[in-house]
């Protein structure tokens, strides 16, 4: 992937650190909070990383999703820099706390009452990942959340 036309296409200029970042979110393959991108990264401190996702976020080539334990990052597939037409659920596993995201599941529709404007939809999914099934870890049901 050309990251530095990725970055232009948004209307982002192309810099080291941001192509830098560009390619720890699209090789990640899920969701990651500042943190995870920081120790994925390794060269460029937390408040580089955060300036360069603000600048993403408002040119849409990433999103955020809040799953309960904080903010994710993802590259939007969307193809330009004026809107974000990357709508879609995502997974949150209650017990290796990652995200992931279910490209290939549509958003159930949410009627909205007259005189609203709805302009994204945060929609988590939560409970146990096939890795974490994999290992016996169960999920917790009803009344056991803490």
């Known amino acids: ?19 830098v970042v560009a390619k ?11 943190s995870e991108l920081e120790r ?3 060269t460029i401190d937390k408040s580089n990383i955060f300036r360069a996702l603000t600048l993403f976020r408002e040119q849409h080539l990433v999103h955020a999703i809040e ?9 939007c597939h969307s193809h330009d820099h004026h809107h974000d037409d990357d709508q879609h659920p995502h997974f949150h596993c209650e017990h290796c706390h990652r995200t992931f995201c279910l490209d290939n599941t549509e ?3 949410i009627p909205i009452p007259d005189g609203y404007q709805m ?5 988590i999914v939560r409970g146990i990942c096939p ?7 169960k999920g917790l ?3 056991e959340r803490a």
């Open 40 to 42: 994925l990264i390794g």
């Open 67 to 75: 799953d309960g334990d904080g903010l994710r990052y993802e590259l």
């Open 107 to 109: 958003i159930p529709p």
């Open 24 to 34: 720890a979110l699209a090789t990640a393959m899920r969701p990651l909070s500042l």
């Open 131 to 137: 890795e974490c099934s994999k290992k016996g870890v």
């Open 119 to 123: 302009h994204s939809a945060n929609y």
């Open 1 to 19: 992937m050309d990251y530095s036309a990725l970055l232009t296409l948004h209307g982002i200029k192309p810099t080291a650190n941001r192509i």
């Open 141 to 143: 049901r009803g009344s």
